[in-house]
């Protein structure tokens, strides 16, 4: 490691852009050097640091020379922005979604291929929760054999943030709800547990708070494995739930609430099921674990920090793994052809 600063750049400055910045600056070899936001000016930034009203005027700066670009805006810019910047010679950390559908993720990847030398890793954070990185340790460890099928509820008690006129509400905007909003991150750890699902059913609804993106998402997904999902992505959820199971052939693995910054989802907790067929008649031994602290925000950013710094290929939130993942919300999407043909929807034609 060496003593290099990184000078970085940050595209959006709402809630994420925050987060992000606050440990950002716990690095010692980042260096933020500008901000940019639409409400700029009503925000409190620190001295040194200049400022921009938009990401194309921070970008196309020459005198600012940053090296990092870090894209927290929406979702209809956040393709937008990663293209400039990795065009602009920046090695890129993106929020999730990567974009409003596959097809920006696929002109992202067209950018990365002309800019090989820079890093390009997407925020999938859930990934780095404790109770997660445990979870797949033990998965990893087969020790409780092949996983057999999971069970996911991600739900929220609304689709929007603030007020009505929230961006997450306008389809042009935000190119879905809750599920290309929230629940990706369900989707993304089944991907993680399970590999990519081939067989996909759904039932996609939007006749709660009757906006044109989805309110709840039921879906049943089998891989070529044979390992079989089932994915409840909600905004009728009142009481705020994050919950896997993820079931194997001696024993499971409970993954339930999640530390987050609404505080809403209840205590981060990892269950170990050890099951004995011939002893337990279905009461097995069982061990929770509570996890009391967040790092994943900082743990992320470490791994983006020394991807950049040393030169390591990102293994982890890579261009390869939001596709894949944007390519499944999409098939979860067309798998109920009203839905589909409501909004006109295609599904990748690589999806495998």
Same mark, same amino acid.
């Given at each position: 490691?060496?003593?290099?600063?990184?000078?970085?750049?940050? *595209?959006?400055?709402?809630?994420?852009?925050?987060?992000?910045?606050?440990?950002?600056?716990?690095?010692?070899?980042?260096?933020?050097? *500008?901000?940019?936001?639409?409400?700029?000016?009503?925000?409190?930034? $620190?001295?040194?640091?200049?400022?921009?009203?938009?990401?194309?005027?921070?970008?196309?700066?020459?005198?600012?020379?940053?090296? *990092?670009?870090?894209?927290?805006?929406?979702?209809?810019?956040?393709?937008?922005?990663?293209?400039?910047?990795? +065009?602009?010679?920046?090695?890129?950390?993106?929020?999730?979604?990567?974009?409003? +559908?596959?097809?920006?993720?696929?002109? =992202?990847?067209?950018?990365?291929?002309?800019?090989?030398?820079?890093?390009?890793?997407?925020?999938?954070?859930?990934?780095?929760?404790?109770?997660?990185? /445990?979870?797949?340790?033990?998965?990893?460890? +087969?020790?409780?054999?092949?996983?057999?099928?999971?069970?996911?509820?991600?739900?929220?008690?609304?689709?929007?943030?603030?007020?009505?006129?929230?961006?997450?509400?306008?389809?042009?905007?935000?190119?879905?709800?809750?599920?290309?909003?929230?629940?990706?991150?369900?989707?993304?750890?089944?991907?993680?547990?399970?590999? $990519?699902?081939?067989?996909? #059913?759904?039932?996609?609804?939007?006749?709660?708070?009757?906006?044109?993106?989805?309110?709840?998402?039921?879906?049943?997904?089998?891989?070529?494995?044979?390992? =079989?999902?089932?994915?409840?992505?909600?905004?009728?959820?009142?009481?705020?739930?994050?919950?896997?199971?993820?079931?194997?052939?001696?024993?499971?693995? =409970?993954?339930?609430?999640?530390?987050?910054?609404?505080?809403? #989802?209840?205590?981060?907790?990892?269950?170990?099921?050890? *099951?004995?067929?011939?002893?337990?008649?279905?009461?097995?031994?069982? =061990?929770?674990?509570?996890?009391?602290?967040?790092?994943?925000?900082?743990? $992320?950013?470490?791994?983006?920090?020394?991807?950049?710094?040393?030169?390591?290929?990102?293994?982890?939130?890579?261009?390869?793994?939001?596709?894949?993942?944007?390519?499944?919300?999409?098939?979860?999407?067309?798998?109920?052809?009203?839905?589909?043909?409501?909004?006109?929807?295609?599904?990748?034609? +690589?999806? /495998?």
């Amino acid at each position: 490691m060496n003593n290099k600063k990184i000078r970085v750049a940050i *595209a959006g400055y709402g809630i994420l852009g925050k987060v992000r910045f606050a440990n950002i600056i716990k690095f010692p070899c980042f260096d933020v050097v *500008a901000i940019s936001d639409f409400l700029i000016n009503d925000l409190i930034i $620190e001295k040194g640091i200049k400022t921009y009203t938009n990401y194309v005027d921070m970008l196309d700066d020459d005198s600012l020379k940053y090296d *990092a670009v870090f894209v927290c805006l929406t979702n209809d810019s956040n393709s937008e922005a990663t293209i400039h910047a990795l +065009n602009r010679g920046a090695h890129v950390f993106c929020e999730k979604p990567p974009g409003r +559908n596959v097809e920006d993720m696929y002109k =992202v990847i067209e950018a990365e291929k002309r800019n090989v030398n820079k890093k390009l890793m997407y925020g999938f954070n859930h990934r780095y929760h404790d109770s997660v990185e /445990e979870a797949l340790r033990i998965l990893r460890s +087969n020790k409780l054999g092949k996983v057999i099928n999971m069970r996911g509820v991600y739900g929220k008690s609304k689709l929007t943030t603030f007020n009505q006129t929230d961006w997450r509400i306008n389809r042009d905007i935000a190119g879905g709800g809750v599920l290309l909003d929230q629940g990706i991150h369900m989707v993304d750890l089944m991907r993680l547990f399970a590999g $990519e699902f081939k067989t996909v #059913y759904s039932f996609v609804e939007n006749s709660c708070w009757n906006y044109d993106v989805e309110d709840n998402v039921y879906a049943l997904m089998r891989t070529k494995n044979g390992i =079989v999902s089932m994915l409840n992505s909600s905004a009728t959820q009142w009481r705020h739930k994050f919950h896997l199971d993820v079931n194997f052939e001696k024993g499971s693995l =409970v993954l339930s609430g999640i530390l987050s910054g609404s505080k809403s #989802y209840g205590a981060e907790t990892l269950t170990v099921v050890s *099951a004995n067929l011939d002893s337990d008649h279905g009461n097995p031994k069982e =061990v929770t674990t509570k996890y009391n602290t967040d790092l994943s925000w900082y743990k $992320e950013i470490e791994e983006f920090y020394n991807c950049v710094l040393n030169n390591k290929k990102v293994t982890s939130g890579t261009s390869y793994d939001s596709l894949k993942t944007m390519e499944l919300v999409y098939k979860i999407y067309c798998s109920d052809e009203k839905w589909k043909q409501k909004y006109n929807l295609r599904e990748s034609n +690589n999806y /495998e």
